[in-house]
Nanobody, 116 residues
Framework: QVQLVESGGGLVQPGGSLQLTCVAS????????VAWYRQTPGKERDVVAA????????YYSESVKGRFTVSKDHAKRTLYLRMNSLKPEDTAVYYC?????????WGQGTRVSVSL
């Protein structure tokens, strides 16, 4: 079955960096787009970054553009999110997501906290 497993979250100071990892299994990783979302308490999940079937096709929300970079390693079936210049407002639970066979699939999430 489709599985997405995130890791890499943690506590970091403002201005710091983190790299999130999402390992995928159960579907053809090279044939679907994948995305990173984030969610804070009481709010809906918002898309942060996404990469299409073609790795050159990427999307970033305005709030992270220029600071975050999304990438895929097809051999490792892994999606990455490199986050630089982190701000307190980036604090959230980050989720990996894909759409396969008409259904959305989500990972369990990894928590990122940006604080002094």
């Amino acid at each position: 079955q489709v599985q997405l497993v995130e890791s890499g979250g943690g506590l970091v100071q403002p201005g710091g960096s983190l790299q999130l990892t999402c390992v995928a299994s159960g579907f053809d990783f090279s044939r679907v787009g994948v995305a990173w979302y984030r969610q804070t308490p009481g709010k809906e999940r918002d898309v942060v970054a996404a990469v299409g079937v073609a790795d050159s096709i990427t999307y970033y929300s305005e709030s992270v553009k220029g600071r975050f970079t999304v990438s895929k390693d097809h051999a490792k079936r892994t999606l990455y999110l490199r986050m630089n210049s982190l701000k307190p407002e980036d604090t959230a639970v980050y989720y990996c997501m894909t759409h396969v066979g008409g259904s959305d699939y989500w990972g369990q999430g990894t928590r990122v906290s940006v604080s002094l």
